[in-house]
């Protein structure tokens, strides 16, 4: 049998042709395993890829309102609208803003089909702390991105995000091809870094103070999570 494109199978679980852009990917994962099947808001989920383990909610300090990047569901978000503090997610997978959106129905909570960039490029709004959990902050240039989230901190904010650690000796852009290795290629990137390397980069973009480490995960052979909180000066 000849090999032609059109013999091949599809790649299985890759996108349809059609959706085969960086937002197509978000909704197939939003779509698929990337909704959190979570027993109980009440629990706390946290930063780390390991339910319950690492830092609560205190993490965030007193923050007077939140921005998400890169929201997903909100299962971290729903926890600081309980206690009256407005939230705003933003994501590009509207299956994730609809799960965000019932998950905070009643609550200081709204949510914006967006993408990052864009939406700190166009608000005018500041926060007292913006936030991404393995979202936004992961899969955009750092110094396209801090400069866009500093303006739109207020004096004071925090930005906190996780993801996980930089696979040693692969820094900075990381490239996957997440439609598989035929046919039109999606590129999806994600930017790596030490937490020494985070800390000159937020130090660069104006923030004045840097706390990144990665955290031990509760087996300490398996997997860490970087974490990173950097905050600005409180004069403007
Ligand atoms: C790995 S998921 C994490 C979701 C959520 N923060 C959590 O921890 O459950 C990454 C999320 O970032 C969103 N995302 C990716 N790129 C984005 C962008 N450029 N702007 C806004 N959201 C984005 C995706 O749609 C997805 O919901």
Redesign the pocket.
Known sequence: MTDTPAARPADAGAPARDTWT?QGY?EH??AGW?V?DWPDDTLWRGWTQYPGHGPGPEHLGDPADIL??????A??LVHYARRGIPVTG????PA?LDAARTRCAGLPAEFRR????A?LAGTERRWGAVV?????V???DPRRLLPLVRARLSPGGLLAFSHAPAVPGCYGPQGMYPGGLRGRPLAVRRWSYTPRKWTGLLRAAGFERVDAAVLPAPDPDDLGTLLVRAWLSVAP
């Not at 998400?68 to 569901?73: F, I």
């Not at 933003?90 to 997978?93: E, F, S, V």
């Not at 967006?114 to 960039?117: K, L, N, R, S, V």
């Open positions: 960086i978000w994962y939003a990337g959190p998400e990047l890169g929201c997903g569901t299962l971290e933003i994501d590009l997978a994730h967006a993408d990052a960039t939406f991404s959990r393995f979202g936004a992961w899969f955009h």
